[in-house]
Each structure stands twice: as structure tokens, then as C-alpha cells.
């Protein structure tokens, strides 16, 4: 595989771990922080722009695990993945610490 298949594994972890905060707050009518958010990534964002965001962390995580090549019994491939997953996991564990409800 070249180079940029394990780039692309890497940020598809990283994007599917930044899906699941968003889209489950959303979906359970919780306010969380987004981008979209004032101050940005801190302040809250309503339910419904946390499902369409997390939407759209799924959709470019899918994406980048077919280009990526992560099921494709390149084992490499799947530590980028996981390396992104457990890499964005403990930087937004950090983060969300200082968010505002």
C-alpha cells in the first residue's frame, strides 16, 4: 500500500471517534460544543447541529476507511486506524473537560 492508505486509516479513526460524542448528544436532545459553537468548541451547539455534525464525521470516516484500505488484511493500516481512534479519543477527553452546559 502507499503511504497516503495509512494517512487516510489514520484520520478515518480519528473522524469515526469524533462521530460518537456529537451524534449521541444529539440524538438525546443535549446541547455539546461543535466548530459551530461560541466560544468555538467550548460554548454549547443545539442538538440538531451535533446530529448533522456527527453525521458528517461518519460520512468522511466511512470514506477514509474504504480509501484507506483498513479491512483489507493490511495490519498496518488497521494500527493507523486505531492510532487515530485512541489519538482524537484522549485529545477530546482533554477538551470537553472545559465545556460549557
Known amino acids: ?9 489514520f484520520f478515518s479513526g480519528a473522524f469515526l471517534a469524533n462521530f460518537v460524542p456529537h451524534f449521541v448528544a444529539g440524538i438525546q436532545g443535549n ?9 468555538r468548541g467550548i460554548g454549547p451547539s443545539s442538538p440538531t447541529v451535533n ?14 476507511f474504504k480509501s484507506g484500505h483498513v ?13 487515530g481512534l485512541a489519538l482524537l479519543s484522549v485529545m477530546m477527553s482533554r477538551h470537553f473537560q472545559k465545556k460549557q452546559l
Do not use: H, Q, R
Open 31 to 39: 446541547t455539546f460544543p461543535s466548530p459551530f459553537s461560541k466560544p
Open 51 to 64: 446530529v448533522i455534525w456527527g453525521i458528517v464525521n461518519l460520512a468522511a470516516g466511512c470514506l477514509l
Open 1 to 9: 500500500m502507499e503511504w497516503y492508505n495509512y494517512v487516510a486509516a
Open 71 to 83: 479491512g483489507g488484511g493490511d495490519w498496518c493500516a488497521v494500527i493507523a486506524f486505531f492510532a
